[in-house]
Structures are given as C-alpha cells and as structure tokens.
C-alpha cells in the first residue's frame, strides 16, 4: 500500500477505518506465503514457530539477542521452576513458549490471546513445540467476564468501537486464577487497557503476584482514560516496588531501574516490573 493512499485510509471516519483495516488485514494474511523456522529466542530456547503474516516476520524471524532484561529481573520475583504464569495479551504464544522452558515441567504457563489469527498460530506454535506445555485462552482480558468489543488486526485490542468490531469472550485476572491457579508472575501487554485489567486482579494482587506491564504511554493507554502515573499509584498502593526499561534501552539490554509513582515515563512504551514488597 504507497503511503499517500495509507494516509487517507487514517483519515477516514474511526467507523470506516476499522471497517476497512480489517479488510486488509485478512488480505495480508491470505497473499502472505506460509513457513516454519527454527530460531533461539529468549535465554536460548531453540523453538520452531510458524510465521504467517509480516508482523510476525518482523518480531520472530531472527534469533535474540538475550534474555530480555525484565524476564531476567523477574527470575528474582517469582519466575522460577515451578511458578504458575500467565501470558496475558500473547501474541502467538512465543513468549509463553520461552517462559515455559523457564518454568519448567512442574510449572503452567497460561496464555491469553484475543485476536483469532493469532489464536490460531499460537496453538500451531504449541503443536510445533509440544515438550513446552501451555494453555492457550482464547479471550480477552479486562474488568470484567462477559462480552467485549474487539478490533482484529494483525495485533488486535479492546475497542469503544460498535462498527468493524467483533464480540469476544472476556475473563478478569482474578478468574484466571480461579480456574489455573494463583499465578506467581503475569505478563500484560494489552495495548493500552492495562489499568481495566488491573481492576479485575483485586485478588491476584493482594496475593502478591509479580506483574511485568508493557505500558502503552503516548497515545493508547492515554487514550482509554487512563495514565502511567495512575497505574503506578494504584500498584503502589497495594505494597508494590516498580522499576522499569523503556523500548530504546531495553534495545541496548539496560537492566531495569527504581521508579517512584510521580516518576514515570510520558509519552513513551516502556515495560513496568512490580514486584510486591512484604508488609
């Protein structure tokens, strides 16, 4: 697609725009030539994934660089052999996979993806790596159970939406660990409703989970009415210490660093560690 016609297809109407993203999107999916690799990813995990469209091209057709540093910083707060993990906003269970071979066969990792194309090359993952046991969730994670408005796209989310949306299923944190298990560490990268998923965890918090956020500052978490500082505060005020890692410096492998509430990021995508403190 020229950028010009790109650029018009933004300005269209939100209504309209959804309406023809999600045309276009399944035609990327369908012209695009389907393979399988074998890659390491994470701290060394060789895993084979399926790759069936260009965004996941882009993130999982090369080998890492590392053990991404706040997967290492939470090997000190609860992701250890054993540990209950949930994957929450997976992708195609990539993640999930390398945090399986974290966690080992004692362990469960818990994966929750919304968006149905990645739904379906995350189990083809599971299937094309089956000595890393997971549990795919198709849902969407938020507030509340129920029903939820959703824009598919190659990396889909919750919508205000009503037009170029579809109904999925949605489960609170705090029903996942009625049904798997109290989690020791969660993942969540939800772009943008991480604080409406954080009011459906009353109860995973108190217990104390080590959560990783990847905050979606400059626009989407902004724009779901919420801010940094607010999810900072709410964490803290339920006995957590928080550090985090921007994007750019994450990129360079910098390790995490202290941040008090009033401190956080604005304007940028960084990824929040809260580990919970003992009373």
């Known amino acids: 697609m020229s950028d010009w016609v790109r650029t018009s297809v933004r300005r269209l109407p939100p209504p309209l725009y959804r309406v023809v993203r999600r045309i276009r999107v399944r035609q990327e999916i369908k012209d695009y030539r389907e393979r399988e690799i074998i890659r390491r990813r994470g701290h060394g995990v060789t895993l084979t994934l399926s790759i069936q469209d260009p965004l996941a091209e882009g993130w999982y057709d090369h080998d890492s660089g590392g053990e991404d540093s706040e997967v290492a910083a939470c090997r000190?707060?609860?992701?250890?052999?054993?540990?209950?993990?949930?994957?929450i906003g997976a992708?195609?269970?990539v993640l999930a996979l390398v945090l399986a071979d974290?966690?080992?066969?004692?362990?469960?990792?818990?994966?929750v993806e919304a968006e149905r194309h990645n739904v379906t090359v995350g189990r083809r993952n599971l299937e094309l790596n089956p000595e890393l046991p997971v549990t795919l969730v198709a849902a969407a994670c938020s507030g509340r159970s129920g029903r939820i408005a959703f824009e598919d796209s190659l990396n889909g989310h919750i919508s205000a939406g009503r037009i170029g949306v579809r109904r999925v299923r949605a489960v609170t944190i705090d029903e996942l660990a009625d049904t798997y298990g109290v989690p020791d560490v969660v993942y969540l990268d939800i772009e943008g409703f991480e604080l409406q998923a954080l009011g459906g965890a009353e109860r995973t918090l108190v217990n104390g989970a080590t959560f990783v956020i990847e905050v979606h500052g400059g626009g989407q978490l902004e724009a779901t009415g919420g801010s940094a500082v607010e999810l900072a505060h709410l964490l803290a005020s339920r006995g957590y210490a928080l550090s985090y890692v921007t994007e750019h410096d994450a990129a360079q492998?910098?390790?995490l660093r202290p941040v008090a509430p009033a401190e956080m990021p604005a304007g940028v995508r960084f990824h929040l560690l809260a580990a919970h403190q003992p009373a």
């Open 102 to 111: 974290i966690v080992g066969p004692t362990g469960r990792v818990i994966a």
């Open 91 to 93: 992708h195609q269970a």
């Open 76 to 87: 000190e707060h609860g992701l250890v052999e054993g540990a209950t993990v949930f994957d």
């Open 253 to 255: 492998h910098a390790t």
